[in-house]
């Protein structure tokens, strides 16, 4: 089975850009999740979805914004760059229900460095 | 409000040692654990889970972890640490989110150096 993809490993933005990550989930899997980890910090929730829908957020502002497609494929869109964002994003996989649907498969991750 | 708090942020120990990883958890109700370790460059990966099953929970590479209710604790332990074992370990507890959605709460990370 593959497991979870996540384009690009790494980007450098300015303040006040866009910027789109993209994450594959692991086969079989229907639900897509998005952390946030800043250096020297755990991972935060930012969102997560299914079915195409935003199934639970986090505390981020609205600039912060998700797509899943019907394969599954996710992506994370941030507006407005902020120094702030710099972070490693983390796409997770997983079951929405049964005794699966909190094992989560993580990607190695996008490291985005705003400047 | 659902937390954890992993008590030391760096721990070191000699290959061959005992591995001790320490994190408390709040939760108002019965709660899921986990551990999971991050290797550099590599994603994060579930090494364990307690789901209110048998309280000693053995995980891969030789991990295992004790869910004590009266102590409030998730300890991870090792009988004998591996140079392959140095890694950020996290403690998570969920959070049902409202309907079927499972959010994963980390801990701050606990980095784990093994000498040789």
């Known amino acids: 089975e593959t497991g979870v993809t996540q384009s690009p490993t790494h980007l450098i933005k300015t303040r006040g850009q866009q910027v789109t990550l993209r994450c594959s989930s692991q086969?079989?899997?229907?639900?897509v999740s998005w952390y946030q980890q800043a250096l020297g910090q755990g991972p935060q929730f930012i969102f997560q979805?299914?079915?195409?829908?935003?199934?639970g957020r986090g505390n981020f502002p609205p600039r912060f914004s998700g797509l899943q497609f019907p394969n599954y494929s996710s992506e994370l869109n941030v507006n407005a760059l902020e120094l702030d964002d710099s972070a490693l994003y983390l796409c997770?996989?997983?079951?929405?229900?049964?005794?699966?649907?909190?094992?989560?498969?993580f990607g190695a991750g996008s490291r985005l460095t705003v400047l | 409000a659902q937390s954890v708090t992993q008590l030391d942020s760096h721990v070191s120990v000699s290959e061959g040692t005992p591995v001790l990883l320490r994190c408390n958890y709040s939760?108002?109700?019965?709660?899921?654990l986990f551990w999971y370790v991050q290797h550099p460059n590599k994603g994060l990966q579930l090494l364990l889970k307690?789901?209110?099953?048998?309280?000693l929970v053995k995980g891969i590479n030789g991990f295992e972890a004790e869910f004590k209710k009266s102590e409030t604790s998730f300890h991870l332990t090792k009988p004998s640490a591996h140079m392959s074992d140095a890694a950020e370990y996290f403690c998570?507890?969920?959070?049902?989110?409202?309907?079927?959605?499972?959010?994963?709460?980390f801990g701050t990370g606990t980095l784990l150096a093994v000498q040789p």
């Open positions: 998570v507890v969920t959070m049902n989110y409202g309907g079927a959605t499972n959010k994963l709460i």
């Open positions: 979805y299914y079915r195409e829908e935003e199934n």
């Open positions: 997770a996989s997983s079951f929405l229900l049964g005794p699966g649907a909190n094992v989560l498969t």
């Open positions: 939760s108002s109700y019965s709660p899921s």
């Open positions: 307690y789901t209110s099953a048998a309280t």
């Open positions: 086969s079989g899997h229907n639900t």
